[in-house]
């Protein structure tokens, strides 16, 4: 007899394995903010110039909205799937489906276009030049991937040790080299509270450029809500150690991007070899920032690999839990209870898409081209929570003002941001940018007509999310949080300790 609740495996994740405090190094190592610098920071400075900081500041304020709307979901409906689960239950489960499948996608795509940086990052520390050999560069990335895999699949405790000590590490080096730049004598520009003002916006430094990077600036966080089967207090841990998360990253690039308009101005910046960082580092503490900072780089990759695996191994799970696809991928380890059979098809998919990039003339580009193509599927999933989190919570908006603006408005303003940056990317991206990105979101097309076709699942009949039952969804957002226990899986693919 099959098994009706669909983990496939007897159980479901094992609970009360990390705390708050382990969401929130989860949100900042999925955000890498050593990694984005290296990798965004120049392209933001060149798009908008001096006012690098207004736009992180104004990204942040939308981006702030839809972290509510992810944890005020995780207290109506604490699932692994997240986005997959809630739009499905507020909104429709074919935008619930295609939410989710946006975040495997995004997620896949990232991990694929990452392994080769991450291993010429960690050439570039030893001394070697991996520019001169893109395939030492691949074989070490994929080295670190495939070690960062095993330790996600295993579950073991060490993991959680290991990610703290190295967003510990990067968040220390990029805050002393900021702190060291904003106090020296020599500098480029004097510091201007109008760098947080629109004034420096032109038409050669349009916002609208600034905010699609931003979008992907802060892209990671919401790996705690992916995680809450598997959080203390997963009701609401998961969410508040996102929204910390998401606060400490962007105040962490906030105070870079000062220091790199004190100590560098509008025009220095260098995409070679993450030299942007070095200069930087090296103007702000001759002789030993710039190492620091580059130490800080392959630490933030390793990390941001681990927590965007974890991301896309729990979606696929919840997914292959309601058999939405393969029943399969639903499996736990009997013994560990991580996702084994997700992790391995991640990992598969990634070996095997790295292979074929090493063996075509245009591997590094397409790489290049898939980084830039995920933001409209970031911006896709993002923008159906903000608007599912209004629509769950409608009969509760209007009972107080906090209720209004932290349920309602503020999520919106998330999605409307969203939204906007969806459109401006449709009309900037290359055809190339494109077709990775929207293809990716229209291949999720045919498990959702294969699974819909096949009848039968309860994830199309899903329970509505908001006010069901004999309690409301005020009830649910304000209820105590349970005390942890031991897992135990029930039919609605929920733990009972949560």
């Not at 209004?390 to 209720?403: D, K, N």
Request: hydrophobic share 50%; aromatic share 8%.
């Amino acid at each position: 007899m099959s098994d009706k609740s669909g983990n496939n495996g007897g159980g479901g994740l094992r609970a009360g394995g990390l705390g708050t405090f382990d969401s929130v190094v989860m949100a900042v190592a999925g955000c890498g903010p050593a990694y984005t610098v290296v990798a965004l920071i120049p392209a933001l400075v060149a798009a908008v110039g001096l006012a690098a900081p207004a736009a992180l500041l104004y990204g942040a304020v939308p981006m702030v909205g839809i972290a509510l709307a992810f944890r005020y979901l995780g207290r109506l409906d604490v699932s692994s799937g997240a986005t997959y689960s809630w739009a499905a239950r507020a909104l429709h489960p074919a935008l619930g489906f295609l939410g989710g499948w946006a975040v495997v996608a995004a997620t896949t795509l990232f991990v694929i276009a990452s392994t080769t940086p991450t291993g010429a990052a960690t050439l570039s520390l030893l001394g070697a030049r991996p520019a001169e050999d893109g395939l030492l560069a691949t074989a070490v990335g994929l080295g670190l991937f495939l070690l960062t895999a095993a330790l996600t699949g295993s579950g073991v405790r060490i993991a959680a040790g290991v990610r703290a000590v190295a967003v510990a590490a990067q968040l220390a080096v990029l805050l002393v080299v900021a702190g060291a730049a904003l106090t020296r004598d020599a500098h480029a520009a004097s510091f201007s509270l109008s760098w947080f003002g629109l004034g420096h916006f032109d038409a050669g430094h349009s916002f609208t450029a600034g905010a699609l990077i931003v979008g992907a600036l802060y892209w990671g966080w919401d790996v705690t809500a992916n995680l809450s089967e598997e959080t203390r207090g997963g009701r609401g841990g998961s969410g508040l150690g996102g929204l910390i998360g998401l606060l400490v990253v962007a105040a962490t690039l906030i105070t870079l991007t000062v220091s790199a308009n004190v100590l560098l101005g509008p025009d220095a910046t260098t995409w070679a070899d993450g030299g942007f960082l070095r200069r930087l580092g090296e103007a702000a503490w001759p002789g030993t920032g710039g190492n620091l900072l580059a130490l800080a780089v392959p630490l933030a990759m390793v990390a941001t690999l681990e927590t965007t695996l974890l991301q896309a191994t729990r979606t696929l799970f919840a997914m292959g839990r309601d058999r939405t696809v393969p029943a399969f991928l639903g499996r736990v380890h009997p013994r560990r209870r991580t996702p084994v059979a997700a992790t391995l098809a991640v990992t598969a998919v990634t070996v095997t898409s790295l292979a074929l990039v090493a063996l075509t003339d245009r591997g590094v580009a397409l790489l290049d081209d898939a980084l830039m193509g995920i933001g409209l599927l970031i911006a896709f999933y993002y923008a159906l929570a903000g608007l599912a989190v209004a629509v769950a919570c409608r009969g509760v908006l209007l009972t107080s003002p906090g209720r209004f603006v932290l349920l309602g408005l503020w999520p919106l303003l998330g999605t409307a941001f969203n939204v906007w940056i969806l459109e401006a990317s449709v009309r900037t991206l290359t055809a190339t940018q494109l077709a990775i990105g929207l293809g990716a979101l229209a291949t999720g097309l045919v498990p959702l007509g294969t699974a819909w076709f096949q009848g039968g699942r309860s994830y199309f009949r899903p329970r509505p999310l908001g006010p069901y039952g004999t309690g409301t969804a005020e009830d649910r957002l304000t209820e105590p949080l349970p005390a942890p226990g031991r897992a135990d899986g029930r039919r609605d693919g929920l733990l009972s300790d949560f």
